[in-house]
């Protein structure tokens, strides 16, 4: 069954916003600010990074001036919608000191605010996915995460254009939202024309669409859209095969392509800290002064970091080879044992915020070709 699309002008995009506000949703887009494109609350249309976009290359990021009228030109920054729903740190309980013992004093979950997530690029919404597969699992779920997750509203965006970095299309994440969104936008900005094309994904979405009466989609202005979206896809530069990639990383233990990219990686944890689906964490107790209270409290953490694999007697992974070729088996190969998908949705985060401008499709080439020279 085709799903309805209508139009919505930019004179209603406001109202579409507004709608939202008025359902008791806190509105989360892209913001301009400290020459980059954040994600951080905003109040109205007029907020969003109009005009702006961005330019990407391994190790490099930069915002410039793009189409005038413009609202979601911009692609994959250096923050993810991940922080909202799984935040860098978070107090998971606290333990008080009282007259006879401990009390134990739990989150106070029934807090969480109702957030909408406006325009929430289709390889990020895939990471959204990942992430539900990762903390809603019935072996630990994770009880923040999921209250969370339960009051969050998201306005998908289909992407019209592609840093130099991204590799959705390949990862069959993008550029078009394929489910899992409530509303979903096209925006369409060439020359005089400006409009958007949006799509309903559950009961929400169209409920709120209903509201504003919107008239449905031409058959031209669906298939204009719908080509914007496609060009994008035939025009990323960068790929990755996974028909091949899982089973070979399982082999490549002792490659020596790894050695290669150890000598380049710093083991920073840029690549960790700025990618969507990446969900390691640590804990510690951290006790007051006067040795009252303590909270326990969760806060991301990196295979990167020579810690994180630490057991009696020392780490595991001590190598930089070791940790590189952990997070790069992780995320293409043993992801799917874990999860059922790739734990890589191609936005090239991991490219770009690389200090030293590591590629991993790059670095993927490179090992496919040695494992086909091996068996050759």
Not at 184 to 196: I, M, N, Q, S
Not at 326 to 349: A, N
Request: hydrophobic letters at 35%; glycine letters at 6%; charged letters at 25%.
């Amino acid at each position: 069954m085709s799903i309805k699309e209508y139009l919505l002008s930019v004179d209603r995009w406001d109202q579409l916003l507004l709608r939202i506000k008025e359902s008791g949703y806190k509105l989360l887009g892209p913001t301009l600010r400290e020459d980059a494109i954040l994600y951080d609350e905003i109040h109205s249309a007029k907020d969003l990074p109009i005009g702006w976009t961005d330019e990407q290359d391994p190790g490099y990021y930069r915002i410039k001036r793009g189409v005038e009228h413009a609202y979601f030109q911009h692609h994959s920054g250096p923050q993810s919608w991940k922080q909202y729903l799984f935040p860098p740190c978070e107090k998971l309980w606290s333990a008080r000191k009282r007259e006879g013992g401990m009390e134990i004093e739990p989150p106070l979950l029934s807090h969480v605010e109702k957030v909408a997530f406006i325009g929430v690029h289709a390889c990020d919404l895939q990471a959204i996915h990942v992430l539900d597969r990762v903390f809603k699992s019935e072996l630990c779920a994770h009880p923040s995460y999921l209250q969370r997750r339960d009051n969050v509203l998201i306005v998908a965006l289909d992407c019209t254009s592609a840093s130099r970095c991204c590799f959705c299309a390949s990862m069959g994440s993008g550029p078009d939202a394929k489910e899992g969104y409530d509303l979903a936008l096209t925006e369409v900005a060439e020359g005089k024309d400006h409009f958007f094309i949006i799509r309903p994904g559950s009961s929400l979405g169209e409920a709120l669409l209903e509201a504003l009466s919107l008239p449905a989609a031409s058959h031209a202005e669906s298939e204009w859209a719908r080509s914007l979206v496609e060009k994008n896809k035939e025009e990323m530069v960068r790929q990755v095969d996974n028909s091949r990639v899982p089973e070979m990383l399982k082999k490549s233990w002792l490659y020596k392509s790894w050695d290669s990219v150890a000598q380049r990686c710093i083991n920073c944890t840029n690549c960790t800290l700025a990618c969507p689906t990446c969900f390691c964490s640590q804990a510690e107790e951290r006790v007051s002064l006067d040795g009252a209270q303590a909270d326990h409290v969760q806060s991301w953490e990196s295979c990167f970091n020579l810690s994180h694999s630490y057991v009696h007697g020392g780490s595991v992974r001590f190598s930089p080879r070791a940790r590189y070729r952990q997070w790069l088996t992780h995320k293409f190969g043993t992801w799917w044992d874990q999860f059922g998908l790739s734990g890589c949705v191609g936005c090239g985060r991991c490219i770009t915020w690389c200090p030293v401008g590591i590629d991993v499709t790059e670095e993927l080439n490179k090992l496919q070709m040695e494992a086909d020279h091996a068996s050759s």
